[in-house]
């Protein structure tokens, strides 16, 4: 005999291919017994698939009208993974939006209502993609219960972790007072979720990490939306984290002569202002929302830099070197430390 959730799906898909079934005929089908398909659709009923039953001699089930693909059968993660994916999926590059979105909408159609209630709730904004795979770090739960937030408009009162003590600040967290802030948006940068809000305490807008979010009931109440600045919320997230100074510039921008073709420091430079130079010398100017930061994005380039200006991002080279060169000494004296532990006493 099938496994219950196999044999669920199995039922659901004999369901969809014709408009009656009697129920003996089912049971040869799936193997089993009556009474076994009997509870399998009492199964499916809890679940919010429409499966009515039929008069006849041997008495038979339909499932309800409105469904175009093979019936999908979902727990609460699954519906929220799903609902994430396919509104993420822009920032793949793969071309599929249109086709994600068209995608959505079907398979919202043959969710079960209270799936579908959930899933309606959350709207997340793909800004930057995942480097290392997809995964948020988010718990499905936090997921839909902030996205309820944003879209009844409710303060939203919660424990936020820090990132110093992962192990002991989500418990630190459940002891001290509640943040407040004003949920306007879920986005998700780089393979995690973020919410942007209008934080009450701070007066400012922040982006809260959503794996380090708990969220205290009852919400707050409900509130008129702040313009975000800009107006977008793609463009503000990321002038945030690559260090905006609001007016969509760079707080610190410098201009360095690199040993490399133009076309070569063009294909990693996103936001920088490439010139070239010659074959093997190119000019490039940009931002970053730290000297050292910046100092420190221009040294991935393996070729030899000339700083043009200004006198801050040559100070800051000066400043990683000393630092560079502190680390490898610590090396080359605990190597030191560690021959002359295993080479034990000399005796003379």
């Not at 209008?198 to 982006?207: A, F, I, N, P, V």
């Not at 610190?252 to 010398?281: K, M, N, Q, W």
Request: proline share 7%; hydrophobic share 40%; charged share 25%.
């Amino acid at each position: 005999m099938p496994k219950t959730s196999a044999r669920l799906l199995t039922l659901l898909s004999l369901l969809q291919a014709r408009r009656d079934w009697p129920g003996q005929l089912l049971a040869e089908r799936l193997e089993v017994s009556p009474r076994t398909v009997r509870r399998d659709v009492d199964r499916l009923r809890e679940l919010g698939y429409p499966v009515a039953a039929t008069k006849g001699p041997d008495g038979g089930y339909r499932l309800g009208a409105g469904t175009e693909l093979p019936p999908l059968l979902f727990d609460d993660d699954q519906a929220v993974a799903l609902t994430v994916a396919l509104q993420t999926v822009t920032t793949t590059g793969a071309g599929v939006g249109e086709a994600a979105a068209r995608a959505l909408n079907t398979v919202r159609q043959v969710m079960p209502a209270r799936l579908r209630h959930r899933v309606d709730a959350l709207r997340v904004t793909a800004v930057e993609p995942a480097r290392t795979g997809p995964d948020t770090g988010a718990d499905a739960r936090v997921l839909v219960a902030l996205g309820a937030a944003v879209q009844a408009r409710e303060v939203l009162r919660f424990g936020y972790a820090r990132p110093s003590a992962p192990e002991t600040a989500r418990a630190a967290s459940d002891t001290a007072g509640p943040r407040r802030a004003e949920p306007h948006h879920l986005v998700t940068w780089g393979g995690r979720c973020y919410l942007v809000a209008w934080d009450l305490d701070r007066d400012d807008w922040r982006t809260f990490r959503v794996d380090r979010i708990t969220p205290r009931t009852p919400t707050g109440p409900r509130f008129t939306p702040r313009e975000l600045p800009g107006g977008d919320v793609a463009a503000f997230v990321a002038d945030r984290f690559q260090g905006s100074d609001g007016t969509g510039g760079r707080p610190c921008t410098g201009e360095v002569i690199l040993g490399l073709p133009a076309s070569v420091v063009s294909t990693y430079t996103r936001d920088g202002a490439v010139e070239e130079l010659g074959p093997d010398r190119c000019r490039l100017v940009l931002g970053a929302w730290s000297w050292p930061g910046l100092a420190a994005t221009l040294g991935r380039f393996d070729t030899d830099i000339q700083v043009v200006g200004p006198d801050e991002l040559r100070n800051a080279f000066a400043l990683l070197a000393r630092r560079c060169a502190a680390a490898a000494a610590q090396r080359r004296a605990r190597s030191a430390k560690a021959f002359l532990s295993s080479s034990g006493p000399t005796t003379w």
